[in-house]
């Protein structure tokens, strides 16, 4: 009898214990809703750490050979070599460029983008004209920046500015366009003028998605500098690994990727960061 009770109470617990597993994982998985910050990091971690199984189940079982793609091991000890040699160099002027280019991009691009969001006739004039250039691929201009420019610094940078500009001005109008039109009307009720309105309803509103739209935008300026450092370059992580596709070093060019994605990540947590810390009411 007593062991039958003893049986009853471990099936209870038992019960218990999945259905607050089955309750926790509804409650986590809810359209929206925020995650604590310790499990978001765990999950993140847990992502790379999946990405690295994967990579050395590939590699190290044979199943993808060493000519294309590397193992991490022999990744990494490449990464030591082009380290201990420099690469550091490549590095810094690659970031360089990227946050030149970018900066003055963006400086052209927010009062603009803020002046096409807000007035419909400044809209109807400059709108049309950078959709039309949005659709022009940076890389395509290469060719014509050498021949006008040179294969100096400035060409690169003109790169990352054409590529950035037009993106960066859309991508501003809409997150001006999308403040809630009941905000602005509240605010001419109350007396606002439109001066006060732009500068002390829709921009505050808007800022949040702003800064998020320049930390998308900074993710795609770093693909149109590797395209303008594979051409007419002899420096930089886009130079490094063409120079490694030229002496199959497979395991060097892993490494400029690599390198690109960590520079990356850390970049986009940092604005990540900056954003929630600017604006912590809006999340």
Not at 85 to 113: E, H, K, Q
Not at 163 to 183: E, F, H, T, W, Y
């Amino acid at each position: 009898m007593t062991d039958s009770k003893t049986q009853n109470i471990d099936n209870e617990k038992r019960n218990l214990y999945v259905s607050s597993k089955k309750s926790s994982l509804k409650k986590i998985f809810i359209p929206q809703k925020n995650i604590s910050r310790r499990l978001s990091l765990t999950l993140g971690v847990t992502a790379f750490i999946v990405i690295l199984l994967i990579w050395s189940w590939l590699t190290y079982g044979k199943i993808v050979g060493s000519m294309f793609v590397p193992t991490p091991s022999s990744t990494f000890s490449a990464m030591l070599t082009m380290f201990s040699s420099g690469f550091w160099s490549d590095i810094s002027i690659t970031v360089y460029r990227v946050m030149v280019g970018f900066i003055i991009a963006l400086i052209i691009a927010l009062p603009l983008g803020i002046l096409i969001g807000a007035y419909k006739p400044i809209a109807a004039f400059f709108e049309p004209v950078f959709s039309f250039i949005r659709y022009m691929p940076a890389s395509a201009f290469i060719p014509l920046f050498i021949f006008w420019i040179g294969i100096g610094e400035s060409e690169k940078i003109a790169v990352i500015i054409l590529g950035s500009l037009p993106q960066l001005v859309l991508m501003i109008a809409n997150d001006i366009r999308n403040v809630d039109k009941s905000l602005v009307e509240v605010s001419y009720t109350l007396g606002a003028n439109t001066f006060n309105v732009l500068w002390k309803v829709i921009l505050p509103k808007s800022l949040p998605d702003v800064m998020n739209t320049i930390r998308i935008v900074l993710g795609w300026a770093w693909t149109y500098v590797v395209v303008a450092e594979l051409v007419g370059a002899s420096s930089g992580i886009g130079f490094g690994i063409l120079q490694a596709e030229r002496t199959f070093q497979i395991d060097r060019i892993f490494v400029g990727i690599l390198i690109l994605g960590f520079i990356g990540l850390i970049v986009d947590s940092f604005l990540t960061f900056l954003n929630k810390m600017l604006f912590s009411w809006n999340f």
